[in-house]
């Protein structure tokens, strides 16, 4: 089994026996730049939403969605600390195959593969990307990231007490 699929394979595994599955079935939040405090400012917390690291063997996933749900914003994933992660993420049908992240001032464009969602509009976006890449260290460093989907930015940032969870994940990464 692939890399890709063995991570997707644990998503849905980890969702029936602990917190989240792999596709969103929400509405997306939005926080505009001026709502998020400015180009580098941090977002607030979404209300319900929080990360969830869940972990099995040598892989790790961190999640950013509801607790017990299958409502998934983003999915950041690794089997090994190679460096490597997927990263999926909810977009619009017809939209651009690409993940387009950001976090404090970082970016990065992800060329994406995109799969139809199962019971909601829009697509399920998947890219492989490097736990070096700029925008993931910088998460690193505040613990929120954004999705951008056109002019839309879904700002993803953490409760009060969670904000471990990142650097866990990306220490089991690499």
């Known amino acids: 089994m692939g890399s890709q699929a063995k991570i997707r ?28 405090g400015g180009a580098g400012g941090a977002p607030a ?7 969830f690291l ?24 690794c089997e090994r ?7 999926s993420a909810h977009g619009p049908d017809g939209g651009p195959a690409e993940i387009h992240l950001e976090s404090g001032g970082e970016t ?14 829009g697509e399920w976006l998947t890219a492989m990307a490097r736990t070096s890449d700029p925008v993931f260290q910088r998460f690193r460093q505040v613990g ?11 700002a993803y940032a953490p409760h009060p007490g969670s904000q471990d969870r990142v650097e866990q994940f990306f220490g089991r990464c690499g």
């Not at 917390?45 to 990360?51: F, I, S, T």
């Not at 990065?108 to 969602?117: D, K, S, Y």
């Open 108 to 121: 990065e464009r992800l060329r994406a593969t995109a799969e139809p969602m199962e019971v909601s509009d």
């Open 9 to 36: 394979a644990g998503a849905v595994g980890l969702a029936g026996a602990a917190f989240l599955g792999a596709c969103a079935t929400g509405t997306p939040h939005s926080a505009s730049l001026t709502a998020a």
């Open 81 to 87: 600390k190679d460096g490597r992660i997927e990263v």
């Open 144 to 154: 929120w990231l954004a999705v951008w989907q056109g002019n839309e930015r879904h």
């Open 54 to 77: 869940n972990t099995e063997g040598p892989a790790a996933q961190l999640v950013y969605g509801l607790e017990e749900s299958d409502d998934v914003k983003l999915s950041l994933g």
């Open 45 to 51: 917390p979404l209300a319900g939403y929080d990360w």
